[in-house]
Structure formats: structure tokens, C-alpha cells
């Protein structure tokens, strides 16, 4: 009896694969004890055999948990008419199933302080670790502050002022990307609300002395303003 062997690569769905056994015998019939649905060695799937020695083995289910590049293997012994034993090998090749990342968003509003926050990833992943690339101190997308991460998915983000400039009611974003250990990227993003920063104006004074016309005199107001156009009513 020839050992049956096939090779298959793990898919998003519970593979199946079939043959025939072949035997031959001087003596005896050429036929096999049949196989219902008997669990392989290590209870991947079943195999199912007819007496002529045609087989099927199905997976239980897809083995997302299968890491990519590792062979994972099940077995079943078959047995002739006469006593005598062989095999039937599936092995299976794990392929990598992308993590499921949940991007991380959160919403500030512009104070007169540096704002910073903070969060953890939500990650799951079947056939890899959980961890992510560390970041440290890496500039956002637009640079308004810093992204840190640790491998455990811990983030934080620092702005690199009080973002006085943002102007009021305008959302302004930073967002940096992420990686886990089997490669799946998702993003941190953090937006912030401009709020009005007053104006700062100079009072302006001047003193006149009395003569015999009407007075006049003129001036310039000095104003500053981060977020606003440093213009009056007129």
C-alpha cells in the first residue's frame, strides 16, 4: 500500500481534499476497512474512506489560527483486507491572517496649554501576537505634535505648543500610522478644535494742550491677534 500524501495552503475556508489509496496484493482482495468522519491525529479535520480505498479528509474549519510559513499535519491509518497498515498524510501550510485593528480617533479642544491624550489600539489577530512597532516621539501628519507607542499598543500624543494659531470653530488633524507584528497598519488620529484667543490691543492715550482751534489729532491702534484677521469695526 503506497502512503498518501498532499500538501495544502490554509485559505479562509475549511479546505477539503480527496484520492485513492493504491494497493496491491497477491493473495487477497484489494479493498480496505472503510473510515466515517474519524478524527485525524491531531483533530484538524476527518478523514471518510470507502472499501475500495477512495478517501476525503475536510478540515473542521478554516485553522485561521495556522501562523504563516508552519506546516501543521493529520494523519489516519488505513488497514487492507488482509491486516495490513498504511497512511493517509494532509498537511496543511499556514498562511498569515491580517490582524483586525480598530484606529484610534479623538476629538480636543484648543486650550492655552500644550494639549496631550492618550489611549490603547484594540487589536485581535488568530495567527500572530498582538503587538505593534514602537513609536517614539514621532511627528504627527501635520506636525501640530508628537505620536509614542508602546509594542503593547499604548499611545500617547503630545502638542508641541498651545496651538494658539487654530482658529475658533476650525478642526485641525494629526495622525501618524501604526503596525502590528504581522504587518496590518491602522492609524491614530487626533483632532483639535480652534478656539478664540483674544486679541491683544493697546489702549491708546495722547494729551492735548488747549488753544484757540478746535483741537484734533490722529493715531494708530496696535493690535495683535494669533487667530483672528487684526482688523476693527470701523
Request: a negative charge.
Amino acid at each position: 500500500i503506497t502512503p498518501a500524501t498532499t500538501t495544502l495552503t490554509e485559505t479562509n475556508a475549511a479546505l477539503t481534499t480527496s484520492g485513492t489509496m493504491v494497493i496491491t496484493d497477491v493473495d487477497s482482495a484489494t479493498t480496505f476497512t472503510a473510515l466515517t468522519a474519524v478524527a485525524g491525529s491531531n483533530s484538524y479535520g476527518t478523514f471518510s474512506m470507502t472499501t475500495a480505498g477512495v478517501w476525503t479528509y475536510t478540515a473542521n474549519n478554516a485553522q485561521n489560527q495556522f501562523a504563516a510559513g508552519t506546516t501543521y499535519t493529520d494523519a489516519v491509518n488505513v488497514t487492507s483486507a488482509d491486516g495490513t497498515t498504511s497512511s493517509i498524510t494532509v498537511s496543511i501550510v499556514g498562511t498569515n491572517d491580517a490582524a483586525t485593528i480598530t484606529p484610534a480617533t479623538t476629538t480636543l479642544t484648543e486650550t492655552n496649554a500644550a494639549l496631550t491624550t492618550s489611549g490603547t489600539m484594540v487589536i485581535t489577530d488568530v495567527d500572530s501576537a498582538t503587538t505593534f512597532t514602537a513609536l517614539t516621539a514621532v511627528a504627527g501628519s501635520n506636525s501640530y505634535g508628537t505620536f509614542s507607542m508602546t509594542t503593547a499598543g499604548v499611545w500617547t500624543y503630545t502638542a508641541n505648543n498651545a496651538q494658539n494659531q487654530f482658529a475658533a470653530g476650525t478642526t485641525y488633524t494629526d495622525a501618524v500610522n501604526v503596525t502590528s507584528a504581522d504587518g496590518t497598519t491602522s492609524s491614530i488620529t487626533v483632532s483639535i478644535v480652534g478656539t478664540n484667543d483674544a486679541a491683544t490691543i493697546t489702549p491708546a492715550t495722547t494729551t492735548l494742550t488747549e488753544t484757540n482751534a478746535a483741537l484734533t489729532t490722529g493715531g494708530t491702534m496696535v493690535i495683535s491677534d494669533v487667530d483672528s484677521a487684526s482688523t476693527f469695526t470701523a
